[in-house]
Nanobody, 124 residues
């Protein structure tokens, strides 16, 4: 089992920035990152990073979001800049094995480990 605890999030105006963090403990995993679930929509992949340090971003956040991995502390951080109202969602830290891209439809069903989620609200 992998335990994931998120921190950060909150409310910000469009164009602003927020930072999320996730602390992992327990078993090992191959990739870790973030999903988000906008109001009334399915959970979708945002970004993930392999333990080798290679990040992969969804097109909707490329150039605005940056993920970083601190192996010593077993934590990841997500710096979110130039936020837009459409970024409003509950953000979930997630971890799992090697496998399919998290950006495919229904990818969330293949992810075994989840945090509780943290709300990000961007107002226009």
């Amino acid at each position: 089992q992998v335990q994931l605890v998120e921190s950060g999030g909150g409310s910000v105006q469009a164009g602003g920035s927020l930072r999320l963090s996730c602390a992992a403990s327990g078993s090992t995993y191959s990739k870790i990152g973030w999903f988000r679930q906008p109001p009334g929509k399915q959970r979708e992949g945002v970004v993930y990073i392999f333990d080798s340090g290679s990040p992969f971003y969804d097109d909707s956040v490329k150039g605005r979001f940056t993920i970083s991995l601190d192996k010593a502390k077993n934590t990841i951080s997500l710096q979110m800049n130039s936020l837009k109202p459409e970024d409003t969602a509950v953000y979930y830290c997630a971890a799992g094995p090697w496998g399919t891209s998290w950006f495919q439809p229904n990818a969330a069903t293949l992810v075994p480990y989840w945090g509780r989620g943290t709300q990000v609200t961007v107002s226009s």
